[in-house]
């Protein structure tokens, strides 16, 4: 069974990745101001909903509360290989998550909104997924799962995971509703989450 006192390499890759996450937060609060007006939202009820699950899953995942039994077990040795390649996902994670926020611009926003004068952008990141945020946010997440070794942190990234695939739903009815068969044709020939798989 892997050891649950982490060494000074999982400590450090820890470090790192807050930082990480940190520089994330600062980003996306920085871009939420450049956003342009909206025309047209989800419901209060749906954005309620995605926010209560996104809260689940960090009390899940990071909350004193949880950390008990097998939820603190953890599911991967303790090593400094697999430490600094959780270090890796979450980087590349993040980096794909930031240059897709900054190849959407200004029609970004955090909730699931149609911008005024809301424009198709189906390239760099947007080429390989629909949703290449999500893809960079879940890569992280994974990433941040092995690096804290603990099933809690395991769980939390699978809500994530649903909880995205909620607010997809919900993305693509409003690009559809907006772009039609340009929309139609582009969901057709670029997945929505995983390159060449879903």
């Known amino acids: 069974m892997p050891s649950s006192i982490p060494s000074s ?98 029609n970004w926003s955090g909730a699931v909104t149609v911008k005024e004068n809301h424009t198709l952008v189906t390239r760099g990141p947007y080429s390989i997924v629909r949703n290449p945020i999500y893809t960079g946010f879940l890569l992280a997440m994974l990433g941040t799962a092995i690096a804290h070794r603990e099933v809690r942190v395991l769980v939390a990234t699978g809500l994530v995971f649903f909880l995205l695939l909620s607010k997809i739903a919900v993305e693509e009815r409003f690009m559809s509703e907006q772009f039609g068969a340009a929309y139609n044709d582009y969901r057709r020939r670029v997945k929505a989450l995983i390159p060449l798989v879903y």
């Open 9 to 106: 390499a999982t400590h450090h890759a820890l470090s790192i990745i807050n930082a990480l996450w940190i520089s994330v937060v600062v980003i996306w609060i920085v871009g939420a101001f450049t956003s342009k007006r909206t025309a047209r939202r989800q419901s209060p009820g749906s954005r309620l909903l995605q926010a209560g699950a996104g809260l689940l899953a960090i009390a899940v995942g990071f909350s004193r509360r949880t950390a008990f039994g097998v939820l603190v077990e953890p599911f991967v040795p303790d090593s400094p290989a697999i430490a600094y390649a959780a270090v890796a996902m979450v980087f590349l994670g993040i980096a794909l998550a930031v240059w897709a926020r900054f190849i959407l611009g200004r």
